[in-house]
């Protein structure tokens, strides 16, 4: 059974922008580096999270 997790708008936001200061990369340069598959496994994990979230955030 899949977990869901429940989240603000804003926590969305903030959890976005910490998955991005994890890896240390700029979204441009994530996005960059997925399409030319140069993601380690863990950037590739935080980078499939942040086009999720992008995927809710849009439908707000």
Do not use: F
């Amino acid at each position: 059974m899949p977990t869901v997790i429940r989240m603000t708008r804003a926590e969305a936001l903030m959890r976005r922008a910490e998955l991005l200061r994890e890896t240390g990369l700029s979204y441009e340069r994530l996005r960059q580096q997925a399409e030319v598959h140069a993601l380690t496994m863990d950037q590739l994990l935080v980078w499939h999270t942040i086009e999720g979230l992008d995927y809710l955030l849009a439908d707000q």
